[in-house]
């Protein structure tokens, strides 16, 4: 089986091409330097690529990509990717959304800081003129003042847990959360949004779309208090610049913190014209650390998304996701991945998928089973391309049978989703559950109770649980120079399961070893 390619169109941190080089089950293209035409020839191909901002994902991009199965847009904005054209060649747009989120946040707060007390223009003062006029800068202060934070997301309840240590008064304006979200952070939560235009201070978080675009105009500033200040560092379009532009050369906004702007690079913006604005050039993501997130979270989804093991983040999946909580995508990945393992856990032909669901995710049982289709099918069609687009279709085809079902929440968890998968040879089963928002966890493998990451290289030990087994393995992985890294022990009556996650490959001459213990009664190695 050929290796999958994955092309770096754009300069990314070391970091991300660090672990590129560094993988050994990929081949690695960086064409960052070349021109945009003669990428068209590379990319033919790629089976995944990650851009930046300089790469347009067009129609002329996708006709030369006739291998591509996935686009890693190294960054939050995917402004520069044909979202529409991707799916119709059902290729998974993915991003990376949240290596930033403390960055934008940090940025925010300075931003809302500088428009309080003016300290760019006090710098300048006496830096650049000399004067020492402190009489000039009477500012104000954060303490007591209310804050309006339009989304609540990554970064919107991030800038409202520091204002809070500012002791602001916080209100928080988003349609698509839960108001406990706000209220357990004790943040006030309004569906009126007037009570956001009511605020001393306003800041916006949200996407750009045609929901958000021009959310704060003519009409909204006009409710606002006199003397209101105005941070935007998410999306340049969110506030209509005319509106802004007019309002604070009128003083009715006091001040503003703008780090996004319509039409980028910004050099000739009329509002770099004004006296009471705070200006920076797009740098929500400029900090060595969010840079080194975002090169090392795009290396590694592109990996993920070149092995067929999940696409995180990914864009244009077949649920509309400003319709579905936050908490159910982490359960989408986390129910691919597990069925990714129990592929290579056994790799007869497959007859059934299952997926059992409690608690509130059962209510996206046709959704998870999607993704656990495609998890499972990878595999098996490592020559053809399969995704959340065509995997029911693929599945059908091959006569496989698909089937869902929501049990009685029972286990203890709020929410648990179950993967069984039958083959022509056995039946595997393997649970999942989210801990945190986010935390990924395997927690049961055919009935042994586990705590497992969803992540790395495991070799599956099934013996019959008499002593010295662990000794013996762990001598044996030594004499052949590999590094345990953690050992996980499940125990049933009738015998136990060893998790070895190691730091190497695992070839089939240690396999064989393995299996020749004599307590083994089953070995398997996987991946993901």
């Not at 080089?21 to 033919?44: C, G």
């Not at 003062?125 to 804050?147: M, N, P, S, T």
């Not at 696409?311 to 936050?326: G, Q, R």
């Not at 064989?512 to 083994?520: D, I, M, S």
Request: glycine share 6%; proline share 2%; net charge negative.
């Amino acid at each position: 089986m050929s290796k999958p390619t994955i092309v770096v169109c754009d300069h990314i941190h070391e970091s991300g091409l660090d672990i590129l080089k560094n993988t050994s089950d990929i081949n690695y293209v960086y064409a960052a330097n070349i021109d945009k035409t003669a990428l068209l020839d590379v990319i033919k191909t790629a089976d995944v690529c990650i851009t930046r901002s300089s790469t347009d994902i067009d129609d002329k991009f996708l006709a030369a990509a006739d291998n591509l199965k996935a686009v890693v847009r190294a960054g939050v904005g995917v402004d520069n990717v044909d979202m529409e054209g991707c799916s119709k060649k059902g290729i998974i747009a993915m991003n990376v959304p949240t290596a930033n989120t403390l960055a934008a946040t940090e940025l925010t707060m300075t931003h809302m800081l500088s428009c309080m007390r003016k300290m760019p223009y006090a710098h300048a003062q006496l830096k650049d003129q000399r004067i020492w006029k402190r009489e000039d800068w009477y500012g104000q202060e954060l303490y007591g003042k209310k804050l309006g934070v339009i989304g609540f997301g990554n970064i919107g309840h991030r800038v409202a847990l520091r204002a809070k240590g500012f002791e602001m008064d916080v209100v928080t304006y988003d349609p698509y959360i839960s108001s406990q979200k706000a209220t357990d952070l004790d943040v006030e939560y309004t569906t009126n949004f007037d009570d956001i235009l009511a605020c001393d201070i306003i800041t916006i978080h949200t996407p750009k779309n045609e929901e958000t675009l021009n959310m704060i105009d003519v009409a909204q500033i006009a409710k606002m208090k006199d003397g209101v200040i105005l941070i935007n560092c998410a999306r340049g379009g969110l506030y209509n610049e005319d509106a802004l532009y007019n309002n604070l050369k009128s003083g009715k906004i006091h001040m503003a913190g703008i780090d996004v702007f319509n039409k980028e690079p910004a050099t000739d913006n009329k509002l770099l014209d004004l006296s009471n604005i705070i200006v920076t050039a797009h740098l929500g993501a400029n900090t060595v650390e969010s840079q080194y997130k975002i090169a090392t979270q795009a290396a590694n989804n592109a990996l993920e998304a070149a092995r067929g093991i999940g696409y995180p983040h990914a864009l244009n999946l077949p649920i509309d996701e400003t319709k579905i909580p936050a908490f159910v995508k982490p359960y989408l990945e986390l129910t691919q991945k597990i069925a990714f393992l129990i592929a290579q856990m056994d790799k007869s032909a497959i007859k059934s998928i299952k997926i059992e669901a409690e608690g509130e995710i059962a209510s996206y049982l046709e959704s998870l089973s999607t993704f656990a289709t495609v998890g499972a099918l990878t595999m098996a069609l490592s020559n053809e391309k399969i995704n959340y687009v065509n995997a029911t279709f693929v599945a059908s085809s091959r006569d496989i049978t698909l089937e869902t079902s929501e049990v009685s929440n029972i286990s203890g968890y709020k929410n648990k989703v179950t993967v069984k998968i039958t083959t022509t040879n056995d039946v595997n089963t393997v649970s999942g559950t989210i801990f945190n928002d986010d935390v990924q966890r395997i927690i049961e493998i055919n009935n042994f109770i586990m705590d497992i990451e969803p992540h790395g290289k495991m070799i599956l030990l099934t013996n019959s649980d008499v002593p010295g087994v662990i000794g013996e393995v762990g001598h044996l992985l030594g004499d052949n120079d590999i590094n345990i890294s953690d050992f996980r022990l499940g125990r049933k009556k009738d015998g136990a399961l060893a998790v070895i996650l190691v730091d190497d490959e695992i070839n089939d001459n240690i396999i064989n070893k393995l299996e020749n213990l004599e307590a083994a009664t089953s070995v398997c190695f996987v991946k993901i």
